[in-house]
């Protein structure tokens, strides 16, 4: 950012008004109201650290310390690291935000769209046209009154930002939604505020609350005085107020937002009441639950019985019916005749379905859809309380994101030859579009030098192709052969640019990697790489049928480089130390991976060294580093060959909020209960709106996270 800001520096004339670095751009957008506040929290969720308890170093409840303890190791001595809170909680103001959608007259318009050009023929179009909203109306005719005052939603949810790594590990965001907008714009990311980001590792639960006030404190402002404001639209200034309608959920946050119970009652079955074994507690089974292996048996059975015509239209009937109910809850225009007709036709559907199919189908979530024809009638069309958009907009954009990005300051670093050819072979041996250009040098080479092997005839392939590559598309090109497309192909063989960036952090396949000279500094490992690559082994040099196969490769990631083709063709590259798989990995007894890295591949560095891989292709290991060999731990639930699921219906281990009650829990032969791992990694940026040198650790990278 830094960098481009100092190109338009230069490219524009004299006198322009252009931040000269990244630090001052950012002030800038916080001065506009674009900044947040990060407060600290207890980790086990008792309290944040605002108001009376801002100073404070420990929690009250519990004890627990406000920060970390970590001790920075240095040369000769070891001294105190800077405090690292043990929880973060971010905190977007509201009252700017909701102060801007005023400052254009268009916006300010659309905030009036509700109660001006709403069509109103007793439809259910919009949560303004539902019951609840007009109930509210008539509680409070003085908010109601001026239609600029906001109506809001309050969306909470929890995901995993590391889900490819199998943590859990759980980041809670709260959103609010404005209804004062139109139909088509309200549930549009773009109208989505967050208003909290509730770090994890693990979710606040019942306690929820606690964060909440945050958010309760500013509302009750909104609500009591109201907020001075101006109105571009009139050009006046006026009291903003605000007040929230509902909150939107899935059914585990509801019972969290509410606190109501969510989960299903046994009632006078003390047989399923909670029952203690030994210092845990489990839920017994009822008798019609099924084992992991009888599920799998009715599941097969339905996916491959055999019946005669029409044997089965009874469920193709309900499940029609099903559907027909859910699209009208979620049609654009409802009425509340319609809405009291699927009131009744709701139960009889479900009734049907517990005629066809076993109890162990049905639970509290099946049941649950009797009352949402009663909510339509009440809040309007369902898609204004969807979860759906939330999780589409925020978690699923974020989640499934595949394109990597570096964190930390770049350096610019010029590429030895040496460094060159290797990142560039590994790039043409890696790319659809120059899969013919390969198979076409392997013919050549094939009615060339028949007599060799396949092992020298690979070799020289993989030395000399992209020597070949560039002259060939050269030929093509002085000859007017080339299409349009091969402009891609002639970026390509012309090789990368010899000054590349470089970095020293990189997240990409949900994974966040660090070069083994940054982790020297840091208390985590990030810098495990492992990848699987196909290859054909040789028993000798004359051997002339290899065998294909994939093959692991374990190393450690040592420089992280951008080869820059064109400005539309870059390559992040992975530099790594590998371990050799012949000398320097074996399994244990227990079927463990060992790797030693005192025996590494390519210890000469050539250029017919392969070190690098794509940025794309890398997963993330750690090591166990107490001896020269090192037990391999892979971040990938896909590679794990052990099963922590038990077999059989034992039960399940209640939460922590239902232990700590002890009601109806009945006293057992004490049993065998593993503790399950609680991951997670701890973020520990400091408060960017009071700090400044945030920016200067955003630039450089290697402070970022002390």
């Not at 004890?63 to 690291?81: L, W």
């Not at 309608?245 to 399923?272: C, H, Q, V």
């Not at 008798?287 to 992991?292: A, D, H, I, L, V």
């Amino acid at each position: 950012m830094t960098i481009l800001l100092e190109l338009l520096k230069e490219v524009f004339p004299e006198n322009e008004l252009f931040p000269s670095s990244y630090r001052d751009a950012w002030k800038i957008v916080k001065d506009l109201g674009l900044s947040y506040h990060k407060i600290h929290a207890c980790p086990n969720d008792c309290l944040i650290y605002w108001k009376e308890t801002e100073h404070e170093t420990f929690c009250r409840k519990c004890g627990t310390p406000r920060y970390k303890q970590i001790v920075k190791q240095s040369d000769d001595s070891s001294e105190q690291a800077n405090k690292v809170p043990a929880k973060l909680v971010r905190y977007f103001p509201l009252k700017p935000r909701l102060q801007r959608l005023f400052m254009s007259s268009k916006t300010a318009s659309l905030m009036r769209w509700h109660e001006e050009e709403r069509i109103k023929d007793g439809k259910l179009r919009h949560p303004a046209d539902s019951l609840a909203w007009k109930h509210f109306n008539d509680r409070h005719p003085s908010f109601a009154s001026d239609p600029r005052n906001v109506r809001l939603g309050l969306a909470a949810d929890g995901f995993n930002p590391f889900k490819a790594m199998n943590n859990k590990y759980s980041t809670w965001p709260v959103i609010l939604v404005p209804y004062n907008l139109p139909s088509g714009m309200c549930m549009k990311q773009t109208s989505f505020m967050l208003c909290l980001l509730i770090d994890g590792p693990k979710a606040p639960g019942n306690d929820i609350h606690i964060y909440l006030q945050l958010v309760i404190d500013e509302l009750n402002e909104f609500w009591d005085l109201g907020v001075p404001t101006y109105d571009a639209a009139s050009k006046q200034m006026f009291y903003l107020r605000a007040a929230l309608l509902w909150t939107i959920n899935d059914f585990p946050a509801y019972g969290n937002l509410s606190g109501w119970s969510t989960k299903e009652r046994n009632g006078d079955k003390k047989a399923l009441h909670p029952q203690s074994k030994g210092d845990k507690v489990f839920l017994p089974t009822a008798c019609f639950t099924m084992s992991k292996d009888e599920k799998e048996i009715f599941c097969n059975v339905l996916k491959t019985v055999k019946v005669p015509d029409g044997y089965t239209s009874n469920i193709s009937r309900i499940i029609i019916e099903l559907q027909d109910i859910f699209r009208q809850l979620y049609s654009k225009v409802l009425t509340i005749a319609n809405c009291e007709t699927l009131e009744d036709r709701t139960p009889l559907a479900l009734c049907e379905l517990e005629k066809m199919f076993p109890p162990p189908f049905f639970n509290i979530m099946e049941h649950l859809l009797v009352h949402l024809p009663k909510e339509a009638k009440l809040g309007g069309p369902f898609q204004f309380r969807s979860m759906y958009p939330i999780e589409r907009n925020y978690e699923g954009e974020y989640l499934n994101r595949q394109i990597g990005r570096p964190l930390g300051k770049e350096e610019v670093i010029y590429l030895d030859d040496v460094s060159w050819v290797q990142a560039h072979r590994y790039v043409l041996g890696n790319l659809e579009t120059v899969d013919p250009f390969r198979r076409e040098h392997k013919h050549l080479l094939t009615l060339e030098k028949s007599h060799m092997s396949n092992y020298e005839m690979k070799k020289i392939h993989n030395e000399t192709f992209y020597k070949w590559f560039k002259k060939h598309v050269e030929d093509l090109e002085k000859s007017n052969s080339c299409h349009d497309y091969y402009k891609e192909i002639a970026y390509l063989a012309a090789g990368p640019d010899i000054w590349t960036k470089s970095y020293s952090s990189y997240i990409v396949n949900g994974f966040h990697f660090h070069t083994k000279k940054r982790e020297m500094r840091r208390q985590t490992q990030n810098s495990g790489v492992f990848v699987n690559a196909s290859a054909n082994n040789f028993v000798s040099t004359k051997d002339k049928n290899p065998m294909s196969g994939i093959l692991e490769y374990y190393g450690v990631l040592v420089d992280i480089v951008e080869l820059r083709y064109s400005n539309d063709i870059k390559f992040v590259m992975f530099k790594c130390d590998w371990v050799d798989n012949v000398t320097g990995m074996k399994q244990d007894e227990h079927n463990f991976t060992l790797v030693n890295f005192d025996h590494i591949l390519y210890k000469q560095n050539t250029k017919n060294d392969e070190p690098f891989i794509l940025a794309s292709q890398a997963q993330q290991t750690w090591h166990d580093e107490h001896s020269a060999w090192q037990r391999v731990n892979n971040n990938n639930s896909e590679d794990s060959n052990v099963s922590w699921v038990r077999e059989g219906v034992d039960g399940v281990i209640l939460d922590a909020q239902t232990t700590k009650s002890k009601a109806h829990v009945a006293e057992v032969d004490d049993g065998f209960f593993s503790d399950e791992d609680n991951l997670g990694i701890g973020n520990t940026i400091d408060d960017i709106s009071d700090d400044d040198d945030f920016f200067d650790k955003a630039q450089q990278g290697e402070k970022a996270d002390n």
